[in-house]
């Protein structure tokens, strides 16, 4: 029978609940668990595939095309495994379900409720994903008291009932905010926090505690009296350098072996050799610095390119060296100065055509000034309106998304996606397979013919343009072979300038970048060097 660790939140929210309940899976990992990782959220949305970037950050899409919560991104890139459909669910899955079996006759005329059907079916979700788990840990989204978290935190005190509590543990994040005005940490948000937590029916067996400041000793036994756990089981997490140093942080302090005395599991493996080396590596890196352009439209919202920054650290960890990814509002007037000065020029992907003219002068700085350039889904199409206005002559080239009634639609709906009514879940999403054409950038890059990368997107490279282009010197250098689908474009008579339909970002780890990225930041190095004269910031592949 697998074991239960509920992850919950209070206070505030953006505690770092992913985080935290990464590197317990990579802990737990490490000590030779067999790990699974859920995610819930409970609002009522039925996935993140529709909902704003500024809103819920980036959607992360799994190989078998589920549109997920970005915290699944961590889940992947700590534990090294990937995650599918089942790994998130959301109240407004739940609800659909229950829905459509009330639909269909199947409770019998029951008076459908919260408890039990909702809770029910929140705990079938638990269940699912235990199969071959040791040890599952469970994320409730939201904060305690959120009154849409209720059912998800009321399923998981259930879950200690039914399991017994040697087979079920509950870890609160929470906030131990600094004072400047008196230098003092308070606890007594966490005290509030945790007290609302016990009157739902959970007590929390480990309390891990965000602060700026390191907590006492006296401290740690204050919060623990109040809370009704160990002063060993106040878990600090503060800020650091890099989110990857983080299962060190909780190991140094013991997280990983009160976990396993508390769920009654034994294990005799405990080499955490892998971490000690990934730190050693962030650490050298941080020495040098290497300056990335983001040209992007959510600029002010970090979160909206989380799988696209821990890429570029990741390819910098690899190439020794810090990566400062300055983000830049491609609608802002300052875009077309800061972008001629960049050693490097990101373009990431996106929806809608707010700042696109900016992204598209991006390209055409990059091109011209010979920056390696790096399109990411959108970024490709940005690219291909780029070319075909500026070396083509089709001064009116768009993208259809942009501009329906474009004179030259070199981006365009594939004709089974001009039939779509329902937005949701209706795109090209997850694992297509691409074909990579010999002697160029990207097979230098995966050193292989054949690759299977990540999909989100609706629009399509226009194949009634693609001879015209090619001619003119743009190369086609990935193709999905199944539907004759343009995948990846470079230029002849650049450095690196490329761009891909799909999204490589999903699938870098930080000991194992991926390779697009990490040739992007070698040619970014490359340039940097040459610019600043500078052979310190000396690559290590080439």
Known sequence: MSKYIFVTGGVVSSLGKGITASSIGKMLQLRGLQVAMLKCDPYINVDPGTMNPFQHGEVFVTED?????????????????????????????????????????????????????????????????????????????GTVGDIESLPFLEAARQ????????????????????IKASEELKTKPTQHSVGKLREIGINPDIIVCRSEKPLSNELKTKLGLFCSVPAESVIEAPDVDSIYEVPLVFHKQGLDDQILMLLRLRTHSKDFEELNELSRKVKAASKKELPVTLAGKYADYKDAYKSVNEALIHAGIFHGVKIRIEFIETSSAEAPNILKGSPAILVPGGFGD??????????????????????????????????????LGLQEANSTEFNPKTKYPVIDLLPEQKEVSNM????RLGSYDCAIKKGTLAYKAYGKTLISERHRHRYEFNNKFRKDMEEAGLVISGTYAAKDLVEIIELKDHPWFLAVQFHPEFKSRPENPHPLFRDFIGAALKKYREDNSSPSLSLTYD
């Open 65 to 141: 095309g589920a549109e997920t919560d970005l915290d699944l991104g961590h889940y992947e890139r700590f534990l090294g495994k990937d995650m599918h459909r089942p790994n998130n669910f959301t109240a407004g899955m739940v609800y659909e379900t229950v829905i459509a079996k009330e639909r269909r006759g199947e409770f019998l005329g029951t008076t459908v409720q919260v408890i039990p059907h909702i809770t029910d079916e929140i705990k079938n979700r638990f269940r699912a994903v235990s199969k071959g788990a040791d040890v599952v840990i469970v994320e409730v989204g």
């Open 354 to 391: 707010r700042g696109i003219e900016g992204k598209i002068l991006a390209a055409k700085i990059a091109r011209e000034r010979k920056i390696p350039y790096f399109g990411l889904c959108l970024g490709l199409q940005i690219g291909v309106i780029e070319y075909a206005r500026d070396v």
């Open 159 to 178: 879950m200690g009932l039914e399991l017994g509590r040697d087979n079920v543990l509950y870890l609160h994040v929470t906030l131990i905010p600094f």
């Open 424 to 427: 949701g879940a209706t795109m």
